[in-house]
T-cell receptor
């Protein structure tokens, strides 16, 4: 079975500073990895995903994550954050290939707070 | 193009009651999954429906049941409510069987927030 550990429950940073949200996973099989973002009182939005190919994946709003198989990590980074990035971020792993029944296993979440 | 829609958005029930939550998948999607997100926690998988059948189930008791209709919409039913059932219930949909990897990533709705008193 898969599991996901998000190493920081809360991360406060100042606006325009860099940020890294850490995610480690455990699995005995190949995985697909995801970062989702949840703004207050909203559902989950997909931020970025790693399925195959390049281990560095990017989102349209400046976030990037790197899949490190040897360290079983998928840390999320942004070089300069904005107030609008304040949200809860969830790392997730898929326990099967995306064909067939799919179950996402989520971490506990990291609350990113951007201070002016 | 409407995304995943859920109803109701908020509801309050008392212990022992029963609740039904509803989900309409994104247009073109045929597979629906339900997740429970307790306060301060990550979502946990309840079950997934495809072709009107439960295909996979998480570690939830039989009090949690579901249904998928021919139009792909879905219901989540919870019987004999407990205080611990208070949570945000998220529905997610995707299209099954697309050959291109990543083409069927889940799309989530905004959720139904259930409070059990």
């Amino acid at each position: 079975a898969q599991s996901v550990t998000q190493l920081d429950s809360q991360v406060p940073v100042f606006e325009e500073a860099p940020v890294e949200l850490r995610c480690n996973y455990s699995s005995s099989v190949s995985v697909y990895l995801f970062w989702y973002v949840q703004y207050p009182n909203q559902g989950l939005q997909l931020l970025l995903k790693y399925l195959s190919g390049s281990t560095l994946v990017e989102s349209i709003n400046g976030f990037e994550a790197e899949f490190n198989k040897s360290q079983t990590s998928f840390h999320l980074r942004k070089p300069s954050v904005h107030i609008s990035d304040t949200a809860e971020y969830f790392c997730a792993v898929s326990d099967r290939p995306l064909q067939g029944a799919q179950k996402l296993v989520f971490g506990q979440g990291t609350r990113l707070t951007i201070n002016p | 193009d409407a995304g995943v829609t859920q109803s109701p958005t908020h509801l309050i029930k008392t212990r022992g009651q029963q609740v039904t939550l509803r989900c309409s998948p994104k247009s073109g999607h045929d597979t629906v999954s339900w997740y429970q997100q307790a306060l301060g926690q990550g979502p946990q998988f309840i079950f997934q429906y495809y072709e009107e059948e439960e295909r996979q189930r998480g570690n939830f008791p039989d009090r949690f049941s579901g249904h998928q209709f021919p139009n792909y919409s879905s219901e989540l039913n919870v019987n004999a409510l407990l205080l611990g059932d208070s949570a945000l219930y998220l529905c997610a949909s995707r299209r099954q069987g697309l050959a291109r990897p990543g083409a069927n990533v889940l799309t989530f709705g905004a959720g139904s927030r259930l409070t059990v008193l």
